[in-house]
C-alpha cells in the first residue's frame, strides 16, 4: 500500500513538472512548426495535465496541512514527510527580467556617446531636464523609453546594446577580470536593486511577466513565463526560497 501511494505521489508530481515546463517552453516551438494540428494537439495535452494537477488536493506536497498556520520549520518538516521533490527552475537570458541600475554621473563622464545615445544629457533633474532614472527595467523594456526595442532608430538600438554591453580590459591578468559592465552601470535581475527587492520573492518575480504590462496573457503566451508554474505550485503547498526556487540570470559574463 504505501509503495503504491508512493508511486501515485510521483506520477502526480511527474505531471505537474511536464505541465509547468510546457507552459513556459512552448515559445521556444518554431512558428513555421505550429501548425493548426499542432496546436490542438498542444492544447489537448496541456487540458489533460491541467487536469490531472488540479484534482490534486490544495497543499497536497504539505499533506494537506494549511501552511498559513505553519512555522517556516514545520513547514519545511511536512514537506519533507510528504510526496513531493523540491524544484529549481532556470528561466535563462531571455526569460529573466532584467534591471540597469545607473550611477549617473560616472556613466556621463567614462561613456558620453552612449549616454547621449539615450537622450540623456545632464545628470540634473528638473521638468525640462533629459536625465536618466537610477533604474530602468532592461529586458524586457517598456515600449516608451529610450532604449525600446519596438523602435527602429539607430541611436534607440545603440542605446540597448550599449547598456547591455561588457567593457575590456586586455591587461587584466584574471580571466574574470577581463570582461566588466560599462562604468556607471549595473546590471541585475528584477527583485536584487533597491526599488524591486520588496517585490522579490526570493527570486521568483524575476522570471515571470516579462512585459510588465497589463493584459501580457492576451499579447502573448510566453510573457506571464514562470508565474503560472509557480501558482500551480504555490497551490500544492510549495514556497519560493524554501521547497521551490528560481535561479535568475544576470545576462552577463560575470
Known amino acids: 500500500m504505501k509503495k503504491t501511494t508512493l508511486c501515485l505521489a510521483a506520477c502526480a508530481f511527474l505531471a505537474l513538472f511536464a505541465f509547468c515546463c510546457m507552459l513556459a517552453w ?5 512558428p513555421e512548426r505550429r501548425t493548426a494540428e499542432a496546436e490542438a494537439e498542444f492544447a489537448q495535452f496541456t487540458a489533460k495535465l ?4 488540479l484534482k490534486l488536493p490544495p497543499n497536497y506536497c504539505l499533506g494537506g496541512r494549511d501552511p498559513t498556520k505553519m512555522t517556516v520549520k514545520d513547514r519545511l518538516a511536512a514537506f519533507v514527510a510528504g510526496p513531493c521533490l ?3 527552475t532556470v528561466p535563462g537570458h531571455q526569460g529573466t527580467r532584467l534591471r540597469v541600475q545607473i ?5 556621463k563622464n567614462t561613456q558620453p556617446g552612449l ?3 539615450c537622450g540623456w544629457d545632464t545628470c540634473e533633474h528638473g521638468f525640462f531636464k533629459r536625465s536618466p532614472d537610477k533604474e530602468y527595467t532592461l529586458w524586457v523594456p517598456r515600449v516608451f523609453d529610450s532604449f525600446s526595442i519596438l523602435s527602429f532608430s539607430d541611436r534607440t538600438s545603440r542605446c540597448f546594446g550599449g547598456l547591455f554591453s561588457l567593457v575590456h580590459n586586455p591587461k587584466a591578468e584574471d580571466p574574470f577580470e577581463k570582461f566588466g ?12 536593486t533597491e526599488q524591486t527587492k520588496q517585490d522579490s520573492n526570493c527570486g521568483a518575480t524575476a522570471g515571470e511577466d516579462l512585459m510588465s504590462v497589463p493584459f501580457e496573457d492576451r499579447l502573448c503566451d510566453a510573457c506571464p513565463a514562470f508565474r503560472n508554474m509557480r ?7 510549495y514556497q519560493s526560497g524554501l521547497t521551490f526556487q528560481n535561479i535568475p540570470s544576470p545576462c552577463t559574463l560575470r
Open 181 to 192: 559592465e560599462v562604468p556607471g552601470l549595473k546590471v541585475t535581475w528584477y527583485g536584487n
Open 86 to 88: 523540491p524544484i529549481i
Open 26 to 30: 512552448r515559445e521556444q516551438i518554431p
Open 115 to 117: 549616454f547621449a545615445d
Open 103 to 107: 550611477d549617473c554621473e560616472t556613466f
Open 50 to 53: 491541467e487536469d490531472a494537477v
Open 231 to 237: 501558482q500551480y505550485l504555490e497551490r500544492l503547498g
